[in-house]
């Protein structure tokens, strides 16, 4: 990615308080870093724990179905990913993919090897918040709460 300043840099920033907040979760917090991108910042274990499964997934998948991990700090704190648009309601995601519930959307080919192959929980993912808009498609931008993050942590 190009202007990528350094994870140094952001956690300056992130000190004085130049980025705004855009969520938090019970393990990490979303801050948009003004140029596209978001950092997602772990508060605790769990945080560590979910940006090390987004990072897993990122680099396994191949599809255009999760947002991209496009750095990571080696100490697992910190990821950038692209800025996705809010959905605020989950029926745009079923519009998008032409079904009528979210049962049938986790039927459809390019959804349902998901939970299986990442171990993620399907009520999870039919959250709005765990989802975005990038480049006019949905994507699922919050993807590190699996079935061993929930065992483990929570």
């Not at 308080?17 to 979303?30: A, F, H, I, N, T």
């Not at 699996?146 to 483990?152: L, M, P, S, V, W």
Request: aromatic share 12%; net charge neutral.
């Amino acid at each position: 990615m190009d202007g990528f300043v350094g994870f140094d840099k952001i956690d300056e920033h992130l000190r004085i308080g130049d980025y705004p907040m855009l969520g938090e979760g019970s393990g990490r917090k979303v801050f948009d870093l003004g140029n596209d991108t978001v950092v997602k910042v772990a508060i605790n274990v769990k945080g560590y724990a979910q940006n090390e499964v987004e990072c897993m997934i990122s680099g396994m998948d191949e599809s255009d179905t999760f947002a991209k991990v496009l750095h990571a700090a080696g100490d697992g704190r910190c990821l950038v990913m692209k800025k996705a648009g809010p959905i605020h309601n989950f029926a745009v995601i079923r519009s998008y993919y032409h079904v009528e519930n979210n049962k049938d959307l986790f039927r459809l080919n390019n959804l349902n090897y998901i939970p299986r192959k990442y171990n993620l929980l399907v009520s999870d993912l039919c959250r709005p918040d765990n989802w975005g808009v990038i480049d006019g498609r949905p994507v699922i931008i919050d993807y590190g709460f699996t079935g061993r993050i929930r065992r483990e942590y929570y």
